[in-house]
């Protein structure tokens, strides 16, 4: 496909996410576009944000992929609003229109945080801006220490790394230290995060880090 087609798409895209940004912020809504492949963690990561915020803020959830039916009963199960972005008839990847028009299903409040389970980005051939606040990049310590090399335009483009799942760390030959090198190498300023929901590693940090994004000050307790 010709360049002229991308621009096209991207150009109708950004008016689209000029106009998301302006939604938020008149609802004083944050967003956080949440990217990784499918198994890295996104939805057990925000069941388990939303423990540990007890009640601090109120979380909403959209999902980006069709298939998501399950995701979305899981987290309305504890209470997590969710809804889907897309259909089984739209192609391509999750852009600012979708994200437009599903933010008005949910049923969003002034300080709420609204997290995008963003599956098909790491594919993506452009980082689609969603209007978001944020771009959190999720990998998970099975998908090994080199993907920031494999898909460098997918970890350039964001502002946080988490690094999920560091419970199997023991059992997976990953090297915290490669990694790093890889990410540093396509993404001199993403910070990161390492953290387990299955153990709870990590998680207190991660919440504080969100605080501070948002303005506010960290739990007393943390750690
Ligand atoms: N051992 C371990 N397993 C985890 C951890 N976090 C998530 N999992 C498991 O990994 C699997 C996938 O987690 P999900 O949260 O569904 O992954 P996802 O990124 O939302 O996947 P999609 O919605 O398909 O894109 C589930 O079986 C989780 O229980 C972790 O920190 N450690
Ligand atoms: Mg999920």
């Keep these: ?4 087609f991308w621009e096209k798409i991207i150009e109708s895209n950004r008016k689209q996410a000029m106009e ?3 939604f938020l912020t008149s609802r004083k809504v944050t967003l956080f576009n949440l990217i990784g492949s499918s198994g890295a963690g996104k939805t057990e990561i925000i069941r388990r944000t939303h423990e540990v915020l007890q009640g601090r803020f109120c979380i909403q959830v959209l999902q980006g992929s069709a ?5 979305i009963e899981r987290l309305q199960a504890v209470g997590i609003p969710s809804c889907a972005a897309r259909t089984e008839r739209q192609g391509g990847y999750l852009k ?5 028009a599903a933010l008005r299903r949910l049923p969003l409040s002034p300080g709420s945080l609204v997290f995008i389970e963003n599956p098909g980005e790491l594919f993506s051939p452009v980082n689609f801006d969603l209007g978001e606040h944020c771009r959190i990049l999720i990998h998970s310590i099975s998908e090994g220490d080199l993907t920031p090399l ?12 988490l690094l999920n799942k560091v419970d199997l760390l023991p059992f997976s030959g990953f090297s915290r230290e490669r990694f790093t090198a890889h990410l540093r190498q396509v993404n ?3 910070e990161e995060l390492a953290l387990s929901c299955r153990t709870g590693v990590g998680l207190k940090h991660w919440r504080d880090w969100l605080l501070r994004f948002c303005g506010e000050s960290p739990f007393e307790e943390s750690g």
């Excluded at 600012?96 to 437009?100: K, S």
């Excluded at 494999?150 to 790394?161: E, H, I, S, T």
Aim: glycine fraction near 16%; charge should be negative.
């Design 67 to 71: 298939a998501a039916q399950l995701d």
């Design 96 to 100: 600012a229109g979708e994200v437009g």
């Design 150 to 161: 494999k898909f460098p335009r997918a970890y350039a483009g964001v502002d946080l790394v």
């Design 188 to 190: 001199p300023d993403a």
């Design 1 to 4: 496909m010709g360049s002229g």
């Design 20 to 22: 998301n940004k302006l």
